[in-house]
């Protein structure tokens, strides 16, 4: 598969851009489509260093549109850093732990720039049972319930992994995790090792507690399949650079990458370990193969050889590879598929992403290694008194959808608000 040179260029600028002699090669270029591409793969800062260290030109058109994207990444941050150090800083003294996930901890702590990718809300995973202290310290601050399309908290606590918070101009958002994914997966992480396992740091010069390296990189894997759920089936494919370019996931792959780059002593013997005990496996080795193979990350071959993927069903395949293909046509301005748009699109208006179903039936019927996970055994008592507590969940969760549902459909027709499931968030950001 032959990249283009605006995709072979992006690639370049991920896996160059801490090079202070890096000079990149621009002839030929199709600058609107490079900056298109830079923006849709949250680049713009990134390539903005480049250009200003090699003294590059860019056209105006062009220039505009990662101008764009560099002011609303240097607002964001500028807000949420403010926003985090109060909330850190007054949660402190109630004794909550708190892990700065993804965004503004890797701008600060991998990046060492507040803007490179601040992320469009700020996350922060703490103890299950300290989620309603932690929301609130940030009711005192004023950040609360203001968007009314949001779903009761209830709703959340049963089915979901964080509780949604904002300031009132909506341009300031908290997620406050117990969870990194969903209850109904096969994963079975154990939150209260990694908050054992955590030490105390600093953050913008706030207090908070930090992952050992081994929680980071699970952390982020599991992050990102969560959204190209796609991968582990398709790690293999001769286009999957393009993929991960239409899909716009190219930094999520740098952040894993910079991490390692940054922690060459990386425990890698218990990254392993806590794959396994935690059912990351396919999650961690589809993303570990391809931050090796097309961002040069130093991963060990025995670490890979370590974590194979298990064989996937030829319908998930079929299923993943026809997603792709969805994300590649819109990319290449090509004619696409209604139902798979409206499929897609959906994955934002729902707990449980429609792509996802597939991976959420094998819940109700789980290889005995979840079994022996989650119970500690895995014969056919176990296996039945399973599906008995999967079904029941799913009835619950079917009844909360209905209920909850029509609560927001009639609260927001009381406010004059539009009731669709695809209402987009418009913030001041």
Not at 50 to 78: C, G, L, M, W
Not at 124 to 130: L, R, T
Not at 230 to 256: C, F, H, K, N, T
Request: overall charge negative; charged content about 25%.
């Amino acid at each position: 598969m032959q990249l283009t040179p605006e995709e072979k260029l992006a690639y370049e600028f991920a896996n160059h851009w801490r090079d202070e002699n890096y000079r990149p090669n621009l002839n030929n270029i199709d600058w609107l489509r490079f900056a298109n591409i830079l923006t849709h793969n949250r680049m713009a800062v990134l390539a903005t260093q480049i250009f200003e260290r090699a003294n590059i030109t860019v056209p105006e058109n062009a220039q505009k549109i990662i101008d764009e994207q560099v002011e609303k990444y240097q607002r964001a941050a500028s807000k949420f850093n403010e926003s985090l150090v109060s909330y850190l800083q007054s949660s402190e003294s109630r004794g909550i732990k708190n892990i700065v996930l993804k965004g503004l901890w890797l701008c600060e702590k991998i990046y060492n720039h507040p803007a490179m990718r601040p992320g469009g809300d700020i996350d922060i995973v703490v103890p299950h049972d300290q989620v309603d202290a932690s929301m609130a310290v940030l009711k005192e601050q004023g950040i609360g319930e203001y968007w009314p399309n949001l779903l009761k908290d209830e709703y959340f606590t049963r089915h979901h992994l964080h509780q949604q918070r904002s300031s009132p101009d909506l341009s300031v958002w908290f997620e406050i995790h117990w969870a990194f994914d969903h209850p109904y997966t096969l994963l079975t992480v154990d939150y209260e090792s990694i908050f054992n396992r955590a030490t105390s740091e600093q953050l913008l010069d706030a207090p908070i507690q930090e992952m050992a390296i081994p929680d980071l990189l699970l952390s982020l894997a599991i992050h990102l399949v969560k959204h190209a759920v796609y991968l582990p089936s398709l790690v293999d494919r001769d286009d999957l650079q393009r993929i991960i370019l239409a899909d716009g996931m190219l930094m999520y792959y740098l952040d894993v990458t910079e991490v390692i780059k940054k922690n060459k002593d990386v425990d890698w013997e218990l990254t392993i370990q806590l794959a396994r005990d935690w059912g990351a496996v396919d999650i961690l080795s589809s993303v570990l193969q391809t931050c090796k193979k097309h961002f040069g990350a130093s991963i060990p071959d025995e670490v890979i050889s370590a974590l194979p993927i298990s064989t996937i069903w030829a319908v998930t395949k079929k299923l993943m590879a026809r997603a792709a293909e969805q994300e590649l046509a819109t990319y290449e301005n090509r004619p696409a598929s209604r139902f798979w748009q409206l499929l897609l699109a959906s994955n934002g208006a729902f707990i449980l992403r429609p792509i996802r179903l597939l991976e959420t039936a094998s819940y109700f019927f789980p290889p005995a290694d979840f079994l022996q996970r989650k119970y500690g055994q895995s014969n056919i008592v176990c296996r039945v008194g399973h599906l008995i507590i999967a079904l029941r969940e799913t009835l619950r969760f079917g009844w909360d959808t209905i209920y909850f549902g029509m609560e927001r459909y009639f609260r927001l027709k009381r406010l004059g608000k539009s009731a669709s499931l695809f209402n987009k968030l418009d913030t001041n950001l």
